[in-house]
T-cell receptor, first 109, second 112 residues
């Protein structure tokens, strides 16, 4: 199964953009890249997913490298409420989403 | 609101006792999942279901069993709880039309 690598933690200032990187060098051609986040004391929630093209939604943007071996989740203006653990996920061979340890994002006022 | 509830939300039990956690959905989605979350490990998949009486093992299924006798309920059972099963357990559903997982609020289990 393809694996993802993310930094353990990152810091950002409030109202500044945040770029959360993810490496997935063993990704297969049909794997979607999924991002979820987990706020303190809550279950994970969906953020965004994509295959090849960059994707945007109300929460974030997903920039996918041309070779698909890496991607970046972009929060355009971080707020205190965006402090969470962000998971970059690829499906396993059975199609299930296997979560790694993610990146803990801290946002400073 | 994805219509997913877990019960109990908190439970303290003793080693060797059986424990059942319940995940209930108000819709009729096929796919349901049980994950556990521990410090330093992130979320790990225990078991999943793709329909009534159709279940399969995830990454960390040893010591756990599941049952799905009706669409809306997915039960996770620890036949004989051990301290290593102290964890926060999350249930999730996967509405195929939405293409994303929706998680419950979690069940915190402490095994003494």
């Amino acid at each position: 199964d393809a694996k993802t690598t993310q930094p353990n933690s990152m810091e950002s200032n409030e109202e500044e953009p945040v770029h959360l990187p993810c490496n997935h060098s063993t990704i297969s051609g049909t794997d979607y890249i999924h991002w979820y986040r987990q706020l303190p004391s809550q279950g994970p929630e969906y953020v965004i997913h994509g295959l090849t093209s960059n994707v945007n939604n109300r929460m974030a943007s997903l920039a996918i490298a041309e070779d698909r071996k890496s991607s970046t989740l972009i929060l355009h203006r971080a707020t205190l409420r965006d402090a969470a653990v962000y998971y970059c996920i690829l499906p396993c061979s059975q199609g299930n989403l296997i979560f790694g340890k993610g990146t803990k994002l801290s946002v400073k006022p | 609101d994805a219509g997913i509830t877990q019960s109990p939300r908190h439970k303290v039990t003793e080693t060797g006792t059986p424990v059942t956690l319940r995940c209930h959905q108000t819709e009729n989605h096929r796919y349901m999942y049980w994950y556990r979350q521990d410090p330093g490990h992130g979320l790990r998949l225990i078991h999943y279901s793709y329909g009534v009486k159709d279940t399969d093992k995830g990454e960390v299924s040893d010591g756990y069993s599941v049952s799905r006798s009706k669409t809306e309920d997915f039960l996770l059972t620890l036949e004989s709880a051990t301290s290593s099963q102290t964890s926060v357990y999350f249930c999730a559903i996967f509405p195929e039309e939405a293409g994303e997982l929706f998680f419950g609020e979690g069940s915190r289990l402490t095994v003494l």
